[in-house]
């Protein structure tokens, strides 16, 4: 029975560790790593309360040391995607029901957990299986997803609380429900967090969730899993499944109960699913909801007045950092004639400094590309700047996949503003700079808001104030997030709510309430104290 209202105040966002030279959180990251490695993983799909192996594996391999097996995972098929989406409706009302407090309380451990006793493993999990620095781990597989749990744990509770009004005689009261059926979570490689976060969000709000990871995140998925189990998770909650993506959609997509969607992936794949969606939907017990957070080709503005050493930083951060596998990193930037030189020197120098190789060296800035199909994908578009005379590389360039997937930060010069690396996603450690006259701002924003069918993140670099302001409202739809002198990612979970429109997605805003209204379905409760007995309003006299 409840008995009170439980309030779940705003938490702060969970520090980032340093991992520096002779520090505790660094021995024990180092220490975690190794075992990883040297204990080969045998990874099951959850289902229900099974734990299953098909024997039908997949091997798993870091990206940086493609040689060395992590261990593999069991892949399933259509009987086992219809498998997980039983366990998911049979578990629905009992989940629904359970109180807010023991579902908040749930994933509340499951950050504190995350936060202390599986830090180190998920950590190295994200590194070694996606070719992420410490930092770059740290940030994502601890901080972000221990922020996403807490923070939305709150949101939730502030939007219970949110009441309507009544007038004398009347008490009316408003109540957020699970959606009717399940919830389907397919999730990307680059972000642990993101992974996390997909099939939990919905959880929260008493859904149940059918989750399928990118193939090249299972590894940490497997950890983040086991940690929602530890946690508390009822069986059937989240059903974590592999396998073929069409054939895992086919399932789904077709399905009576299915409810909703929560998807980070391609534009490309995005949009057959909303196909799918609306060619089935006669069949439907109720409208799906479709969240989705896609592709990127991610903007840096910079004005004449800008400082030229933020923008360098900016840059080399925003475009480089986990080799420009973001949604969010920067990929074209245009500069002002007036700053070009030394923008372009002082990138030239940033870049020779970041060393490249694997994630055990803690020196290396840079590691290797998700896989080989991304590594050949990226490779080719440097082979055309090579080729063509509207482009020039003017630091990088190179590329090797002998021993992992390592492409050296690449930065291109175009005098085209619509040359293909200007245009395209690359989703990797290539940045392109169009020069263009210094007073030519106006212009230049055109370019901006036009050139690309995206509109993610983007970021003005300026001094002047009357120029942010220009570019605040003159791209207020080109970015879902806008940044002003600094670079166009990190977003954190309660300060910078994380989507964008056009081609990048529904803009539902990944660590907000507004994310969590999207697997609720409200219903309006009205009592009246004082029925009426008669029909006739007084007018009628």
């Given at each position: 029975m409840t008995i009170g209202e439980f309030f779940?105040?705003?938490?702060?966002?969970?520090?980032?560790?340093?991992y520096a030279p002779g520090?505790?959180?660094?021995?024990?990251?180092?220490k975690a790593i190794q075992e990883m490695k040297a204990h080969k993983a045998d990874i099951p799909m959850y289902i229900g309360s099974e734990e299953v192996k098909t024997g039908k594996t997949v091997s798993l391999h870091p990206?940086?040391?493609?040689?060395?097996v992590l261990g593999h995972f069991h892949t399933g098929n259509t009987a086992h995607f219809n498998k997980a989406i039983d366990a998911a409706l049979a578990a629905r009302k009992a989940w629904a029901e359970l109180s807010w407090a023991n579902r908040a309380n749930i994933f509340l451990k499951a950050a504190d957990l995350l936060a202390t006793k599986y830090r180190y493993q998920v950590n190295a999990a994200t590194m070694l299986g996606q070719s992420k620095n410490a930092y770059q781990a740290e940030i994502d597989s601890a901080c972000e997803l221990i922020d996403f749990l807490r923070f939305n744990v709150h949101y939730l509770g502030e939007i219970y609380r949110q009441q309507p009004i009544s007038s004398p005689g009347v008490h009316n009261r408003?109540?957020?429900?699970?959606?009717?059926?399940?919830?389907?979570a397919i999730t990307p490689f680059n972000f642990t967090a993101i992974a996390g976060n997909l099939p939990s969000a919905p959880a929260l709000c008493g859904n149940v969730v059918v989750w399928k990871p990118s193939d090249t995140q299972v590894l940490a998925a497997w950890w983040v899993m086991k940690v929602f189990k530890e946690a508390g998770l009822p069986d059937g909650v989240i059903n974590l499944v592999y396998g073929d993506g069409p054939e895992f959609g086919n399932a789904v997509?077709?399905?009576?109960?299915?409810?909703?969607?929560?998807?980070t992936g391609s534009t490309r794949t995005f949009n057959h699913i909303w196909k799918t969606i609306g060619e089935n939907v006669a069949g439907y017990r109720t409208y799906p909801r479709i969240v989705g957070e896609t592709g990127g080709k991610d903007f840096v503005l910079v004005h004449k007045s800008a400082h030229a050493d933020a923008v360098v930083t900016g840059l080399a951060r925003g475009a480089f950092e986990y080799q420009g596998?973001?949604?969010?990193?920067?990929?074209?930037?245009?500069?002002?004639?007036?700053?070009?030189?030394?923008?372009?020197?002082?990138?030239?120098?940033?870049?020779?400094?970041?060393?490249?190789?694997?994630?055990?060296?803690f020196g290396n800035f840079i590691n290797a590309v998700i896989d080989e199909r991304s590594f050949d994908k990226i490779a080719g578009y440097i082979d055309k700047a090579k080729n063509?005379?509207?482009?020039?590389i003017i630091a990088g360039g190179t590329y090797d996949k002998t021993a992992g997937y390592f492409i050296e930060p690449t930065v291109i010069e175009t005098s085209d503003p619509r040359f293909v690396t200007m245009c395209e996603e690359i989703f990797g450690p290539v940045l392109t700079l169009y020069v263009y006259e210094a007073d030519a701002f106006e212009q230049a924003m055109d370019l901006v808001d036009n050139t690309s069918p995206y509109a993610l993140t983007g970021a003005v670099f300026a001094q002047d104030r009357a120029a942010v302001e220009r570019a605040t409202h003159r791209l207020s739809h080109s970015a879902g997030n806008f940044y002003i002198n600094d670079k166009p990612t990190g977003a954190v979970v309660g300060q910078q709510p994380f989507g964008g429109a056009r081609a990048s997605g529904t803009n539902d805003k990944a660590g907000s309430a507004l994310n969590l209204y999207r697997w609720l379905s409200a219903r309006t409760i009205?009592?009246?104290?004082n029925p009426p007995v008669d029909y006739r309003y007084p007018f009628l006299g």
């Open positions: 779940y105040p705003l938490p702060a966002n969970e520090p980032v560790l340093g520090s505790k959180e660094k021995e024990l990251l180092q990206p940086h040391e493609h040689h060395h408003l109540e957020f429900r699970p959606l009717e059926g399940f919830v389907v997509f077709a399905h009576r109960d299915f409810a909703g969607v929560h998807f596998q973001k949604c969010s990193a920067a990929s074209r930037a245009y500069i002002p004639s007036n700053l070009a030189p030394e923008i372009k020197a002082g990138l030239q120098k940033a870049l020779q400094s970041m060393k490249m190789g694997t994630v055990e060296d063509d005379p509207a482009a020039r009205k009592e009246n104290y």
